[in-house]
T-cell receptor, first 113, second 113 residues
């Protein structure tokens, strides 16, 4: 079955440490997205990529970095510069055109040790 | 920027009744609006998309309306079942920005048997 796989499900970060969240899709989608979700709040866009080797900042990109070396993969690095990283991180993909539903992974919950 | 308001209070409803959720937006009218379902600890799942020139859309027991004059969408779950208990998110497109979406904070629905 096609879908989006995020790993790990749970992740713990120490102070001053960078951590990388994995996102892989086998839907042959061109566009991929990273969102952050805090309790009781909507999804906020961190970064998105509409094509391989290209990506754009979303609304809350500070303290995060991404890469898009392959169509299937869009890893997110939470750097030590992100002072409040505790959140639920969601990866999504779609065909890149308007009016397309986004397909989501089941998220990674990041906590601070 | 586009702002979206969904009722942050949980909606408690008796099984068999109709649940009605509201999504209000400010600023410009989106070209389309989407509704997603999210279960605890999971990623959102796409339910319905309605375009600005459509007044109503149905899918099984779900119905969505879109009133661009009121800047509002209503989401109805008819003959609700305990399995419908979840958080429901609305999302709007961001004009001239590919398929970027702005999400509301979601409304939690609890259907009691």
């Amino acid at each position: 079955d096609g879908g989006i796989t995020q790993s790990p499900k749970y992740l713990f970060r120490k102070e001053g440490q960078n951590v990388t969240l994995s996102c892989e899709q086998n839907l042959n989608h061109d566009a991929m997205y990273w969102y952050r979700q805090d309790p009781g709040q909507g999804l906020r866009l961190i970064y998105y990529s509409q094509i391989v080797n290209d990506f754009q900042k979303g609304d809350i990109a500070e303290g995060y970095s991404v890469s898009r070396e392959k169509k299937e993969s869009f890893p997110l690095t939470v750097t030590s510069a992100q002072k409040n990283p505790t959140a639920f991180y969601l990866c999504a993909s779609d065909r890149g055109n308007s009016n397309q539903p986004q397909h989501f992974g089941d998220g990674t919950r990041l906590s601070i040790l | 920027s586009q702002k979206i308001e969904q009722n942050s209070e949980a909606l408690n409803i008796q099984e068999g009744k109709t649940a009605t959720l509201t999504c209000n937006y400010t600023n410009y009218s989106p070209a389309y609006l989407q509704w997603y379902r999210q279960d605890p600890g999971r990623g959102p799942v796409f339910l319905l998309l309605i375009r600005e020139n459509e007044k109503e859309k149905r899918k099984e027991r779900l119905k969505v309306t879109f009133d661009t004059t009121l800047k509002q969408s209503l989401f109805h779950i008819t003959a609700s079942q305990p399995a419908d208990s979840a958080t429901y998110l609305c999302a709007l497109d961001i004009k001239a920005a590919g398929n970027k979406l702005t999400f509301g904070g979601g409304t939690r629905v609890l259907v009691k048997p």
